[in-house]
Protein backbone atom coordinates (compact mmCIF):
# COMPACT_ATOMS: atom_id res chain seq x y z
CA UNK A 1 0.00 0.00 0.00
CA UNK A 2 2.63 2.28 0.49
CA UNK A 3 4.87 1.35 -2.61
CA UNK A 4 1.33 2.40 -4.31
CA UNK A 5 0.71 5.49 -2.81
CA UNK A 6 4.54 6.75 -3.24
CA UNK A 7 3.99 5.82 -7.09
CA UNK A 8 0.92 7.59 -7.28
CA UNK A 9 2.38 10.84 -5.41
CA UNK A 10 5.64 10.83 -7.06
CA UNK A 11 3.65 10.86 -10.42
CA UNK A 12 1.67 13.74 -9.19
CA UNK A 13 4.30 15.64 -7.26
CA UNK A 14 7.50 15.65 -9.72
CA UNK A 15 4.86 17.02 -12.33
CA UNK A 16 3.59 19.49 -10.04
CA UNK A 17 -0.27 20.46 -9.00
CA UNK A 18 -2.35 19.29 -11.66
CA UNK A 19 -3.50 22.20 -14.19
CA UNK A 20 -7.40 21.25 -14.18
CA UNK A 21 -9.46 23.50 -16.11
CA UNK A 22 -10.81 26.71 -14.70
CA UNK A 23 -14.35 25.62 -15.33
CA UNK A 24 -16.93 28.15 -14.01
CA UNK A 25 -15.92 28.23 -10.29
CA UNK A 26 -14.00 32.19 -9.23
CA UNK A 27 -15.91 33.39 -12.28
CA UNK A 28 -19.14 32.19 -11.77
CA UNK A 29 -18.91 34.31 -8.22
CA UNK A 30 -18.00 36.68 -9.10
CA UNK A 31 -14.67 36.61 -7.04
CA UNK A 32 -11.63 38.70 -9.09
CA UNK A 33 -8.30 36.30 -8.28
CA UNK A 34 -5.97 38.71 -9.79
CA UNK A 35 -7.20 41.84 -7.27
CA UNK A 36 -6.82 40.10 -4.46
CA UNK A 37 -2.91 38.27 -5.80
CA UNK A 38 -2.17 42.09 -5.81
CA UNK A 39 -3.83 42.82 -2.83
CA UNK A 40 -1.97 39.83 -1.31
CA UNK A 41 1.45 41.49 -2.47
CA UNK A 42 0.39 44.85 -1.09
CA UNK A 43 0.24 43.18 2.49
CA UNK A 44 3.31 41.77 2.25
CA UNK A 45 5.15 44.85 1.44
CA UNK A 46 3.54 46.70 4.17
CA UNK A 47 4.50 43.71 6.21
CA UNK A 48 7.82 43.28 5.30
CA UNK A 49 8.84 47.46 4.91
CA UNK A 50 8.25 48.47 8.29
CA UNK A 51 9.98 45.36 9.75
CA UNK A 52 13.04 46.69 7.52
CA UNK A 53 12.14 50.19 8.61
CA UNK A 54 11.36 49.25 12.42
CA UNK A 55 12.58 46.21 13.60
CA UNK A 56 15.53 44.87 11.97
CA UNK A 57 18.21 43.57 12.40
CA UNK A 58 16.04 42.22 15.44
CA UNK A 59 14.31 38.47 14.89
CA UNK A 60 10.76 40.38 14.75
CA UNK A 61 8.49 43.48 14.35
CA UNK A 62 6.47 44.36 16.95
CA UNK A 63 3.54 46.37 15.15
CA UNK A 64 2.11 48.45 17.95
CA UNK A 65 4.77 50.39 19.06
CA UNK A 66 6.85 49.69 16.03
CA UNK A 67 10.11 48.13 17.27
CA UNK A 68 11.93 44.92 17.33
CA UNK A 69 12.18 42.40 19.61
CA UNK A 70 14.39 39.44 19.64
CA UNK A 71 12.15 35.88 19.90
CA UNK A 72 14.09 32.14 18.54
CA UNK A 73 17.79 33.06 18.64
CA UNK A 74 18.90 36.57 17.07
CA UNK A 75 18.80 35.52 13.73
CA UNK A 76 17.08 38.30 12.19
CA UNK A 77 14.36 35.85 11.74
CA UNK A 78 11.80 37.72 9.46
CA UNK A 79 14.72 38.23 7.30
CA UNK A 80 15.15 34.59 6.59
CA UNK A 81 11.44 33.75 6.95
CA UNK A 82 10.66 36.12 3.98
CA UNK A 83 13.58 35.20 1.75
CA UNK A 84 11.88 33.01 -0.43
CA UNK A 85 8.31 34.74 -0.41
CA UNK A 86 10.16 37.79 -2.09
CA UNK A 87 11.52 35.56 -4.97
CA UNK A 88 7.69 34.09 -5.31
CA UNK A 89 6.00 37.45 -5.34
CA UNK A 90 8.87 37.86 -8.46
CA UNK A 91 11.37 40.95 -6.30
CA UNK A 92 14.67 39.21 -7.47
CA UNK A 93 16.21 42.23 -6.80
CA UNK A 94 15.60 42.57 -3.11
CA UNK A 95 16.30 38.51 -2.80
CA UNK A 96 19.66 38.83 -4.21
CA UNK A 97 20.54 41.95 -1.96
CA UNK A 98 18.39 39.96 1.05
CA UNK A 99 21.70 37.22 0.79
CA UNK A 100 23.99 39.55 1.15
CA UNK A 101 22.82 40.87 4.12
CA UNK A 102 22.49 37.66 5.67
CA UNK A 103 26.05 36.92 4.84
CA UNK A 104 27.11 39.72 6.63
CA UNK A 105 24.81 39.55 9.17
CA UNK A 106 23.71 36.45 10.85
CA UNK A 107 26.37 34.68 13.21
CA UNK A 108 25.35 31.72 15.02
CA UNK A 109 28.37 31.35 17.25
CA UNK A 110 26.26 33.37 19.94
CA UNK A 111 25.76 32.51 23.69
CA UNK A 112 21.67 32.07 22.71
CA UNK A 113 19.68 29.29 24.22
CA UNK A 114 17.69 28.56 20.51
CA UNK A 115 14.79 25.98 20.11
CA UNK A 116 15.70 22.82 18.32
CA UNK A 117 12.76 22.54 16.29
CA UNK A 118 12.41 26.11 15.27
CA UNK A 119 15.90 26.66 14.37
CA UNK A 120 15.32 24.15 12.18
CA UNK A 121 12.36 24.77 10.56
CA UNK A 122 12.80 28.40 10.02
CA UNK A 123 16.62 29.06 10.09
CA UNK A 124 17.68 25.28 8.35
CA UNK A 125 14.82 25.29 6.04
CA UNK A 126 14.45 29.25 4.94
CA UNK A 127 18.36 28.86 3.75
CA UNK A 128 18.06 25.68 2.26
CA UNK A 129 14.98 26.93 0.44
CA UNK A 130 17.04 30.02 -0.61
CA UNK A 131 19.93 28.29 -1.49
CA UNK A 132 18.14 26.05 -4.00
CA UNK A 133 16.53 29.08 -5.12
CA UNK A 134 19.20 31.62 -5.46
CA UNK A 135 20.18 30.73 -9.64
CA UNK A 136 16.40 31.48 -10.51
CA UNK A 137 16.42 34.59 -8.77
CA UNK A 138 19.35 35.47 -10.81
CA UNK A 139 22.41 35.18 -7.63
CA UNK A 140 25.63 34.63 -9.34
CA UNK A 141 26.07 31.27 -7.84
CA UNK A 142 29.38 29.32 -7.27
CA UNK A 143 30.72 26.84 -9.15
CA UNK A 144 29.43 23.51 -7.99
CA UNK A 145 26.25 24.89 -7.19
CA UNK A 146 24.03 23.44 -5.98
CA UNK A 147 26.43 20.84 -3.82
CA UNK A 148 27.91 24.04 -2.51
CA UNK A 149 27.12 27.55 -1.80
CA UNK A 150 27.36 30.57 0.98
CA UNK A 151 23.71 30.12 2.05
CA UNK A 152 24.09 26.07 2.07
CA UNK A 153 27.27 26.45 4.22
CA UNK A 154 25.20 28.81 6.27
CA UNK A 155 22.60 26.02 6.80
CA UNK A 156 25.04 23.32 7.59
CA UNK A 157 26.36 25.47 10.55
CA UNK A 158 23.12 26.30 11.96
CA UNK A 159 22.35 22.42 11.92
CA UNK A 160 25.53 21.43 13.28
CA UNK A 161 24.73 23.77 16.50
CA UNK A 162 21.62 21.34 16.62
CA UNK A 163 23.35 17.90 16.36
CA UNK A 164 24.60 18.16 19.89
CA UNK A 165 20.41 18.18 21.15
CA UNK A 166 20.02 14.60 19.78
CA UNK A 167 23.34 13.25 21.88
CA UNK A 168 20.61 11.44 24.12
CA UNK A 169 20.13 7.46 25.20
CA UNK A 170 16.99 7.19 22.46
CA UNK A 171 18.26 9.57 19.91
CA UNK A 172 15.23 12.18 20.31
CA UNK A 173 16.44 15.66 20.73
CA UNK A 174 16.23 18.05 23.50
CA UNK A 175 14.32 20.93 22.72
CA UNK A 176 16.60 23.78 23.11
CA UNK A 177 20.20 23.82 23.36
CA UNK A 178 22.97 26.66 23.50
CA UNK A 179 24.55 27.50 20.42
CA UNK A 180 27.53 28.38 22.25
CA UNK A 181 28.14 25.75 24.81
CA UNK A 182 25.30 22.92 23.52
CA UNK A 183 22.87 21.54 25.63
CA UNK A 184 22.97 22.90 29.35
CA UNK A 185 23.34 20.76 32.36
CA UNK A 186 20.20 21.56 33.43
CA UNK A 187 18.02 21.11 30.33
CA UNK A 188 14.47 19.57 30.59
CA UNK A 189 14.49 16.37 29.11
CA UNK A 190 10.67 16.67 28.26
CA UNK A 191 10.20 17.73 24.23
CA UNK A 192 7.01 17.28 22.45
CA UNK A 193 6.64 14.93 19.45
CA UNK A 194 6.68 17.17 17.05
CA UNK A 195 9.77 18.97 18.08
CA UNK A 196 11.41 15.02 17.94
CA UNK A 197 9.63 14.01 14.25
CA UNK A 198 10.39 17.68 12.55
CA UNK A 199 13.73 17.00 11.08
CA UNK A 200 13.70 15.21 8.03
CA UNK A 201 13.35 17.01 5.38
CA UNK A 202 15.86 19.65 6.44
CA UNK A 203 17.97 17.55 7.48
CA UNK A 204 17.99 15.10 4.51
CA UNK A 205 18.59 17.85 2.39
CA UNK A 206 21.67 18.82 4.29
CA UNK A 207 22.98 15.21 3.76
CA UNK A 208 22.41 15.14 -0.05
CA UNK A 209 23.54 18.18 -0.87
CA UNK A 210 27.00 18.05 1.45
CA UNK A 211 27.46 14.55 1.35
CA UNK A 212 27.37 14.47 5.01
CA UNK A 213 25.17 11.30 5.97
CA UNK A 214 25.13 12.62 10.13
CA UNK A 215 22.16 14.84 9.62
CA UNK A 216 19.81 12.26 7.82
CA UNK A 217 20.86 9.45 9.82
CA UNK A 218 19.89 11.43 13.20
CA UNK A 219 16.34 13.01 12.26
CA UNK A 220 15.85 9.08 10.89
CA UNK A 221 16.48 7.98 14.25
CA UNK A 222 14.70 10.39 15.87
CA UNK A 223 11.66 9.13 13.88
CA UNK A 224 12.08 5.75 14.30
CA UNK A 225 11.97 6.15 18.07
CA UNK A 226 8.67 8.06 18.25
CA UNK A 227 7.10 4.99 16.05
CA UNK A 228 8.89 2.49 18.32
CA UNK A 229 7.10 3.95 21.66
CA UNK A 230 3.56 4.50 19.90
CA UNK A 231 0.83 2.84 22.21
CA UNK A 232 -0.40 -0.70 21.54
CA UNK A 233 -3.36 0.84 19.40
CA UNK A 234 -1.21 2.99 17.36
CA UNK A 235 -1.22 6.40 18.76
CA UNK A 236 2.03 8.91 19.91
CA UNK A 237 1.06 11.62 22.87
CA UNK A 238 1.94 15.02 23.30
CA UNK A 239 5.66 14.92 25.50
CA UNK A 240 7.93 12.40 26.11
CA UNK A 241 10.89 12.23 28.16
CA UNK A 242 13.68 11.80 25.66
CA UNK A 243 15.85 10.35 28.45
CA UNK A 244 13.60 7.58 29.33
CA UNK A 245 11.13 7.04 26.27
CA UNK A 246 8.61 7.88 28.87
CA UNK A 247 5.61 9.78 27.86
CA UNK A 248 4.74 12.71 29.95
CA UNK A 249 1.42 14.14 28.30
CA UNK A 250 -0.45 10.96 27.16
CA UNK A 251 -3.35 13.38 25.12
CA UNK A 252 -3.11 11.52 21.41
CA UNK A 253 -4.25 14.21 18.06
CA UNK A 254 -2.91 15.43 15.54
CA UNK A 255 -2.48 19.34 16.73
CA UNK A 256 -0.36 20.99 18.99
CA UNK A 257 2.77 19.62 20.02
CA UNK A 258 2.35 16.54 17.44
CA UNK A 259 1.48 17.73 13.94
CA UNK A 260 3.76 18.12 11.95
CA UNK A 261 5.84 14.79 12.95
CA UNK A 262 2.59 13.56 10.91
CA UNK A 263 3.46 15.86 8.20
CA UNK A 264 7.07 14.66 8.15
CA UNK A 265 6.37 11.19 7.57
CA UNK A 266 4.18 12.18 4.40
CA UNK A 267 6.70 15.11 3.16
CA UNK A 268 9.46 13.08 3.72
CA UNK A 269 8.29 9.76 2.47
CA UNK A 270 7.57 11.78 -0.99
CA UNK A 271 10.98 13.74 -0.87
CA UNK A 272 13.04 10.60 -0.24
CA UNK A 273 10.76 8.66 -2.03
CA UNK A 274 10.71 6.33 1.60
CA UNK A 275 8.23 3.37 1.77
CA UNK A 276 8.76 2.50 5.14
CA UNK A 277 7.64 6.39 5.66
CA UNK A 278 4.85 6.38 4.16
CA UNK A 279 3.78 2.86 5.70
CA UNK A 280 4.39 4.45 9.06
CA UNK A 281 2.21 7.39 8.07
CA UNK A 282 0.01 5.42 6.82
CA UNK A 283 -0.78 2.81 10.36
CA UNK A 284 -0.75 6.68 12.49
CA UNK A 285 -3.71 7.16 10.17
CA UNK A 286 -5.29 4.28 10.63
CA UNK A 287 -5.27 4.66 14.19
CA UNK A 288 -6.19 8.78 13.59
CA UNK A 289 -9.50 7.81 11.81
CA UNK A 290 -10.25 4.88 14.55
CA UNK A 291 -10.16 6.49 17.88
CA UNK A 292 -9.59 10.52 16.71
CA UNK A 293 -12.03 11.06 14.11
CA UNK A 294 -16.22 11.80 14.79
CA UNK A 295 -18.09 13.30 12.02
CA UNK A 296 -15.04 14.71 10.01
CA UNK A 297 -13.97 16.24 13.29
CA UNK A 298 -10.54 15.53 15.39
CA UNK A 299 -10.68 15.27 18.80
CA UNK A 300 -7.78 14.75 21.35
CA UNK A 301 -7.88 11.33 23.02
CA UNK A 302 -5.86 9.26 25.53
CA UNK A 303 -3.34 7.76 23.15
CA UNK A 304 -3.39 4.13 25.81
CA UNK A 305 -7.13 3.69 26.06
CA UNK A 306 -8.56 6.11 23.27
CA UNK A 307 -10.86 7.69 25.40
CA UNK A 308 -11.66 11.44 24.61
CA UNK A 309 -9.86 13.88 26.26
CA UNK A 310 -10.41 17.33 24.65
CA UNK A 311 -13.17 17.54 22.59
CA UNK A 312 -11.43 20.58 21.29
CA UNK A 313 -10.78 21.34 17.70
CA UNK A 314 -6.94 23.62 17.84
CA UNK A 315 -5.96 26.08 15.09
CA UNK A 316 -3.05 24.38 14.20
CA UNK A 317 -4.66 20.98 13.09
CA UNK A 318 -6.33 23.15 10.06
CA UNK A 319 -3.19 21.52 8.33
CA UNK A 320 -4.71 18.33 8.08
CA UNK A 321 -6.55 18.40 5.31
CA UNK A 322 -3.63 19.70 3.00
CA UNK A 323 -2.25 16.68 4.01
CA UNK A 324 -4.44 14.00 3.66
CA UNK A 325 -4.55 15.87 -0.68
CA UNK A 326 -1.38 14.86 -0.58
CA UNK A 327 -2.13 11.32 -0.33
CA UNK A 328 -4.98 11.54 -2.71
CA UNK A 329 -7.95 11.67 0.10
CA UNK A 330 -9.50 14.78 -1.21
CA UNK A 331 -13.07 13.84 -0.36
CA UNK A 332 -12.72 13.07 3.50
CA UNK A 333 -10.06 16.37 3.21
CA UNK A 334 -13.30 18.41 1.59
CA UNK A 335 -15.29 17.47 4.62
CA UNK A 336 -13.01 18.55 6.85
CA UNK A 337 -11.78 21.78 5.62
CA UNK A 338 -15.67 22.76 5.44
CA UNK A 339 -15.67 22.22 8.82
CA UNK A 340 -12.98 24.61 9.93
CA UNK A 341 -14.24 26.64 7.76
CA UNK A 342 -17.46 26.91 9.27
CA UNK A 343 -15.34 28.10 12.39
CA UNK A 344 -13.39 30.70 10.16
CA UNK A 345 -17.12 32.41 9.10
CA UNK A 346 -18.24 32.77 12.95
CA UNK A 347 -14.85 34.29 14.27
CA UNK A 348 -13.31 36.07 11.11
CA UNK A 349 -10.18 33.58 12.18
CA UNK A 350 -9.05 30.54 13.98
CA UNK A 351 -9.26 30.53 17.41
CA UNK A 352 -6.35 28.72 18.92
CA UNK A 353 -8.88 26.32 20.73
CA UNK A 354 -12.56 26.15 19.51
CA UNK A 355 -14.73 23.80 21.55
CA UNK A 356 -16.46 21.85 19.34
CA UNK A 357 -19.19 20.42 21.47
CA UNK A 358 -20.62 24.29 22.69
CA UNK A 359 -19.34 25.60 19.25
CA UNK A 360 -17.42 28.42 21.20
CA UNK A 361 -13.82 28.91 21.48
CA UNK A 362 -12.09 28.39 24.68
CA UNK A 363 -11.23 30.70 27.50
CA UNK A 364 -7.98 31.97 27.29
CA UNK A 365 -7.32 30.62 23.80
CA UNK A 366 -9.50 33.13 22.02
CA UNK A 367 -6.41 34.00 20.03
CA UNK A 368 -5.23 34.19 16.20
CA UNK A 369 -1.82 35.15 15.85
CA UNK A 370 -2.51 35.50 11.97
CA UNK A 371 -1.51 31.10 11.41
CA UNK A 372 -1.35 29.95 7.91
CA UNK A 373 -2.67 26.07 8.10
CA UNK A 374 -6.55 26.62 7.19
CA UNK A 375 -5.19 28.40 3.88
CA UNK A 376 -2.38 26.51 3.73
CA UNK A 377 -4.66 23.26 2.96
CA UNK A 378 -7.18 25.32 1.25
CA UNK A 379 -3.86 25.93 -1.62
CA UNK A 380 -3.12 22.14 -1.87
CA UNK A 381 -6.80 21.41 -2.33
CA UNK A 382 -7.77 24.27 -4.83
CA UNK A 383 -4.59 22.70 -6.69
CA UNK A 384 -5.87 19.22 -6.71
CA UNK A 385 -10.32 20.48 -7.33
CA UNK A 386 -10.73 23.82 -8.78
CA UNK A 387 -13.65 24.22 -5.86
CA UNK A 388 -14.25 27.69 -5.43
CA UNK A 389 -14.66 27.32 -2.34
CA UNK A 390 -11.59 27.41 -1.82
CA UNK A 391 -10.51 31.10 -3.08
CA UNK A 392 -13.22 31.90 -1.13
CA UNK A 393 -11.62 31.25 2.22
CA UNK A 394 -8.69 32.88 0.25
CA UNK A 395 -11.02 36.09 -0.19
CA UNK A 396 -12.28 35.80 3.52
CA UNK A 397 -8.63 35.15 5.10
CA UNK A 398 -7.86 38.78 3.08
CA UNK A 399 -10.73 40.74 4.34
CA UNK A 400 -10.34 39.64 7.81
CA UNK A 401 -6.75 39.92 8.55
CA UNK A 402 -6.86 43.56 6.56
CA UNK A 403 -10.01 44.48 8.64
CA UNK A 404 -8.75 43.48 12.15
CA UNK A 405 -4.97 42.64 11.97
CA UNK A 406 -3.86 46.06 10.10
CA UNK A 407 -1.80 48.53 11.87
CA UNK A 408 0.41 51.44 10.92
CA UNK A 409 3.30 49.31 11.21
CA UNK A 410 2.16 46.06 10.21
CA UNK A 411 0.17 42.86 11.07
CA UNK A 412 -0.78 42.17 14.94
CA UNK A 413 -1.50 39.41 16.46
CA UNK A 414 -5.59 39.19 17.35
CA UNK A 415 -5.12 38.42 20.97
CA UNK A 416 -9.21 38.01 21.08
CA UNK A 417 -11.22 36.76 18.21
CA UNK A 418 -13.94 37.94 19.73
CA UNK A 419 -13.82 41.69 20.43
CA UNK A 420 -10.25 41.88 18.15
CA UNK A 421 -8.21 43.21 20.77
CA UNK A 422 -4.68 43.01 19.25
CA UNK A 423 -1.25 42.17 20.54
CA UNK A 424 1.92 43.87 19.88
CA UNK A 425 3.37 41.07 17.84
CA UNK A 426 4.04 39.91 14.28
CA UNK A 427 5.35 36.32 14.05
CA UNK A 428 7.70 35.94 11.12
CA UNK A 429 5.31 33.04 10.09
CA UNK A 430 3.03 35.59 9.05
CA UNK A 431 5.83 36.35 6.06
CA UNK A 432 7.35 32.65 5.68
CA UNK A 433 3.74 30.95 5.08
CA UNK A 434 0.48 33.10 5.54
CA UNK A 435 1.33 35.71 2.96
CA UNK A 436 2.95 33.02 0.66
CA UNK A 437 0.36 30.64 0.73
CA UNK A 438 -2.28 32.67 0.05
CA UNK A 439 -0.40 34.81 -2.78
CA UNK A 440 -0.28 30.93 -4.32
CA UNK A 441 -3.36 30.54 -4.30
CA UNK A 442 -4.50 33.45 -6.05
CA UNK A 443 -1.57 32.73 -8.28
CA UNK A 444 -1.91 30.13 -10.59
CA UNK A 445 0.81 30.25 -12.67
CA UNK A 446 3.76 30.75 -10.25
CA UNK A 447 6.73 29.28 -11.02
CA UNK A 448 5.84 27.15 -7.65
CA UNK A 449 3.06 25.40 -9.62
CA UNK A 450 5.11 24.12 -12.60
CA UNK A 451 3.43 20.99 -13.94
CA UNK A 452 7.16 19.81 -15.42
CA UNK A 453 7.15 21.56 -18.54
CA UNK A 454 9.45 23.79 -17.34
CA UNK A 455 12.96 22.70 -16.34
CA UNK A 456 16.43 23.76 -16.38
CA UNK A 457 19.89 21.43 -16.83
CA UNK A 458 22.91 22.87 -14.29
CA UNK A 459 26.38 20.93 -14.43
CA UNK A 460 27.47 19.70 -11.07
CA UNK A 461 31.03 17.91 -10.37
CA UNK A 462 29.11 14.65 -10.68
CA UNK A 463 27.30 15.34 -14.02
CA UNK A 464 24.28 17.09 -15.83
CA UNK A 465 21.37 17.54 -13.06
CA UNK A 466 17.61 18.68 -13.82
CA UNK A 467 16.05 21.78 -11.15
CA UNK A 468 12.85 23.64 -11.48
CA UNK A 469 10.91 21.10 -12.53
CA UNK A 470 8.35 21.69 -10.14
CA UNK A 471 6.81 19.12 -6.84
CA UNK A 472 8.61 21.38 -4.63
CA UNK A 473 8.02 20.07 -0.95
CA UNK A 474 7.35 22.65 1.39
CA UNK A 475 8.84 22.28 5.09
CA UNK A 476 6.41 22.85 7.78
CA UNK A 477 7.29 26.63 7.61
CA UNK A 478 6.34 26.77 4.13
CA UNK A 479 9.99 26.55 3.06
CA UNK A 480 9.92 25.47 -0.52
CA UNK A 481 12.15 22.06 -1.47
CA UNK A 482 13.03 21.34 -5.07
CA UNK A 483 13.30 17.61 -4.36
CA UNK A 484 15.15 16.87 -7.88
CA UNK A 485 18.28 19.21 -5.87
CA UNK A 486 18.78 16.11 -3.50
CA UNK A 487 20.15 13.86 -6.76
CA UNK A 488 22.81 16.04 -8.23
CA UNK A 489 25.40 15.53 -5.03
CA UNK A 490 25.52 11.94 -5.35
CA UNK A 491 29.26 10.55 -4.85
CA UNK A 492 28.61 7.67 -7.00
CA UNK A 493 28.19 7.66 -10.60
CA UNK A 494 26.31 4.81 -10.50
CA UNK A 495 23.32 6.51 -8.21
CA UNK A 496 22.86 9.26 -10.90
CA UNK A 497 19.17 10.41 -11.15
CA UNK A 498 17.80 9.35 -14.45
CA UNK A 499 15.02 11.97 -14.33
CA UNK A 500 17.11 14.07 -17.10
CA UNK A 501 16.89 10.78 -19.39
CA UNK A 502 13.15 10.44 -18.71
CA UNK A 503 12.53 14.18 -19.45
CA UNK A 504 14.63 13.83 -22.36
CA UNK A 505 11.95 10.91 -23.76
CA UNK A 506 8.96 12.86 -22.82
CA UNK A 507 9.63 15.97 -24.45
CA UNK A 508 11.76 14.29 -27.82
CA UNK A 509 14.47 16.33 -26.92
CA UNK A 510 17.56 14.82 -28.67
CA UNK A 511 20.22 17.60 -28.08
CA UNK A 512 22.13 16.96 -25.02
CA UNK A 513 23.07 19.88 -22.87
CA UNK A 514 20.98 21.92 -25.33
CA UNK A 515 17.23 21.94 -23.58
CA UNK A 516 17.44 24.42 -20.56
CA UNK A 517 13.97 26.15 -21.15
CA UNK A 518 12.88 29.14 -20.61
CA UNK A 519 9.54 29.91 -19.82
CA UNK A 520 8.28 33.38 -21.03
CA UNK A 521 8.37 35.73 -17.78
CA UNK A 522 4.99 35.60 -16.20
CA UNK A 523 3.64 37.49 -13.19
CA UNK A 524 6.03 36.96 -10.30
CA UNK A 525 8.73 35.22 -12.38
CA UNK A 526 11.90 35.42 -13.32
CA UNK A 527 15.02 37.03 -13.19
CA UNK A 528 13.84 40.12 -15.36
CA UNK A 529 10.47 40.05 -12.97
CA UNK A 530 10.11 44.20 -11.78
CA UNK A 531 7.94 44.58 -8.76
CA UNK A 532 5.78 47.54 -8.19
CA UNK A 533 7.45 47.73 -4.98
CA UNK A 534 10.84 46.94 -6.10
CA UNK A 535 12.02 49.97 -3.88
CA UNK A 536 12.33 48.13 -0.72
CA UNK A 537 15.32 46.91 -2.13
CA UNK A 538 16.98 50.18 -1.24
CA UNK A 539 15.90 49.84 2.71
CA UNK A 540 17.48 47.90 5.39
CA UNK A 541 20.94 47.68 4.14
CA UNK A 542 22.29 49.11 7.41
CA UNK A 543 20.97 47.94 11.42
CA UNK A 544 18.92 50.16 12.41
CA UNK A 545 18.95 48.63 16.37
CA UNK A 546 21.47 47.43 18.43
CA UNK A 547 21.38 43.79 19.01
CA UNK A 548 19.86 42.87 22.63
CA UNK A 549 20.91 39.58 24.07
CA UNK A 550 18.36 36.91 23.65
CA UNK A 551 16.64 34.12 25.72
CA UNK A 552 14.88 31.00 24.39
CA UNK A 553 11.37 30.48 24.67
CA UNK A 554 9.04 27.28 24.07
CA UNK A 555 10.47 25.15 22.83
CA UNK A 556 7.25 23.44 20.34
CA UNK A 557 4.78 25.56 19.36
CA UNK A 558 1.72 26.75 21.92
CA UNK A 559 3.46 24.49 24.79
CA UNK A 560 6.17 24.50 27.37
CA UNK A 561 7.45 20.88 28.12
CA UNK A 562 6.34 20.88 31.94
CA UNK A 563 3.23 21.87 31.04
CA UNK A 564 0.73 19.12 30.08
CA UNK A 565 -2.77 18.90 28.07
CA UNK A 566 -6.15 18.51 30.07
CA UNK A 567 -9.83 19.22 29.46
CA UNK A 568 -11.11 21.23 27.63
CA UNK A 569 -7.77 22.80 26.21
CA UNK A 570 -6.62 24.36 29.78
CA UNK A 571 -2.88 23.78 30.05
CA UNK A 572 -1.90 23.51 33.87
CA UNK A 573 1.45 23.19 34.62
CA UNK A 574 3.43 20.68 36.81
CA UNK A 575 4.24 23.31 39.71
CA UNK A 576 -0.04 24.22 39.77
Not at 275 to 281: D, K, N, V
Not at 543 to 559: A, D, F, G, M, T
Request: aromatic share 10%; hydrophobic share 40%.
Amino acid sequence: MAAAALRSLGCLLCLGALRLPAGPGAAARGLDVASYRERVRAMFYHAYEHYLESAFPYDELRPLTCDGQDTWGSFSLTLIDALDTLLILGNVSEFQRVVGVLQEGVDFDIDVNASVFETNIRVVGGLLSAHLLSKKAGVEVEVGWPCSGPLLRMAEEAARKLLLAFQTPTGMPYGTVNLLHGVNPGETPVTCTAGIGTFIVEFATLSHLTGDPVFEDVARKALKALWKNRSDIGLVGNHIDVITAKWVAQDAGIGAGVDSYFEYLVKGAILLQDEELMSMFLEYNKAIKNYTKFDDWYLWVQMYKGTVSMPVFQSLEAYWPGLQSLIGDVDNAMRTFLNYYTVWKQFGGLPEFYNIPQGYAVDKREGYPLRPELIESAMYLYRATRDPTLLELGRDAVESIEKISKVDCGFATIKDLRDHRLDNRMESFFLAETIKYLYLLFDPDNFIHNDGSDFDVVITPYGECVLNAGGYIFNTEAHPIDPAALHCCRKRKEEQWEVEDLMREFYSLKKPKKFTLKRASTHGEGKGAKDPDDASSEKGGEKRNSKKSSHSLLSCPSQSFNSKLAVLGQVFLDNT
